[in-house]
């Protein structure tokens, strides 16, 4: 199909938004602004012809449960975000990741990205790169750590799950 469907699930606050916003429009504010739900289109080169990339950024908290039903079953590939500076941001992923398992069944096949991001914050660590990585590999999927703020490895994170989607 010419249609890819990313969708990005996270705790509140740990940087969905900015790392879509980043991505789609180059911009990052201070400020924190609550999602419900936004869905970003952009029409982007792949394999010689040209095909629709959707990012559907969700509001992260379990307030919209038939909501986050719906986006796993639409979705072809997922960003699991929690932020370096926080531990139960990374516990708060699980639940999600068990749901994508219930509705989607072989997960393997599915392209996931694990993503640790505020990177920039050195100061308030509390996840090492090396839990992120060990909890990739248990679930079998991508890892990488990113800054919203510096922009850094946001590009390579889109791009990366892309290339994952067109290998399946
Ligand atoms: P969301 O609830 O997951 O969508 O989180 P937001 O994208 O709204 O970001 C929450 C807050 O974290 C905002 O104040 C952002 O400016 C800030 N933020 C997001 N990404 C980063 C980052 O990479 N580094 C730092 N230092 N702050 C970030
Ligand atoms: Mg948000």
Redesign the pocket.
Request: glycine letters at 16%.
């Given at each position: 199909s010419n249609d890819y469907r990313m969708v990005v699930f996270?705790?509140?606050?740990?940087?969905?938004?900015?790392?879509v916003?980043r991505f789609v429009k180059g911009t990052?504010?201070?400020?924190?602004?609550?999602?419900i739900e936004d869905t970003y289109r952009q029409v982007i080169s792949c394999d010689k012809s040209i095909c629709t990339l959707q990012i559907t950024?969700t509001t992260?908290s379990h307030q919209f449960p038939a909501m986050q039903r719906l986006s796993i079953s639409k979705g072809h590939a997922f960003i699991l975000?929690y932020s370096i500076t926080s531990k139960q941001s990374l516990e708060e992923l699980k639940p999600i990741f068990e749901q994508i398992c219930q509705i989607k069944g072989d997960v393997e096949n599915i392209p996931i990205m694990l993503v640790g991001?505020?990177?920039?914050?050195t100061s308030g660590r509390e996840v090492e790169s090396s839990d992120g990585e060990a909890l990739s590999k248990r679930w079998k999927c991508a890892f990488m750590e990113?800054?919203?703020?510096?922009n850094h490895n946001v590009k390579e994170l889109f791009q990366e799950l892309l290339n994952l989607e067109k290998r399946r």
């Open positions: 996270g705790a509140g606050g740990v940087g969905k938004s900015s790392l916003l990052f504010r201070e400020s924190y602004i609550p999602t950024d992260g975000v991001n505020k990177i920039d914050e990113t800054s919203a703020k510096t």
